[in-house]
């Protein structure tokens, strides 16, 4: 047996469109938050082959000389602090990335990461420099 009175007032659109509104909504945002996802995968991964290719894979030979980076190192207001100790001298390479190296003050040897290391270049030679004597311009 049919209610026409109550069956009306459930089937007329002005219920029925809100809801279909709302349904057609959260797809539409659920399709965005996919289409956000996939970007931000495609990003990751784009980024990560960017990082890993400017990665310069450092070549240590045995008895160069290197700088070790301070690991120890504290910020703190005094005096500037060098972020590198050295130089140190390299004895021994290992297949798996650690080095052994030996200070040239104390001559202990211990192993590090080749992570922690960079070259050790040397100032500019002062032997060769020219002095000019700077004369007032005539005016």
């Keep these: 047996m049919k209610f026409p009175d109550e069956l009306d007032s459930l089937c007329t659109l002005s219920i029925i469109e809100p809801i ?3 349904v057609f909504e959260l797809d539409c945002q659920n399709k965005l938050e996919e289409d956000f996802l996939e970007n931000l995968e495609i990003e990751d991964k784009e980024t990560k ?3 890993v290719a400017r990665i310069s894979k450092k070549n240590f030979t045995v008895g160069q000389k290197v700088l070790l980076q301070h690991s120890k190192l504290k910020f703190f207001p005094g005096k500037i602090r060098s972020r590198w100790l050295g130089p140190h001298v390299i004895t021994k ?13 104390t001559n202990n040897t211990f192993k590090v990461n080749d992570h922690q290391l960079k070259e050790y270049r040397k100032g500019f030679q002062t032997e060769h420099v020219e002095i000019m004597d700077l004369e007032d311009p005539i005016l």
């Design 93 to 105: 390479n290992f297949a798996h990335g650690a080095v052994e190296i030996q200070s040239l003050k």
């Design 20 to 22: 279909v509104q709302e």
């Design 49 to 51: 082959v960017f990082h």
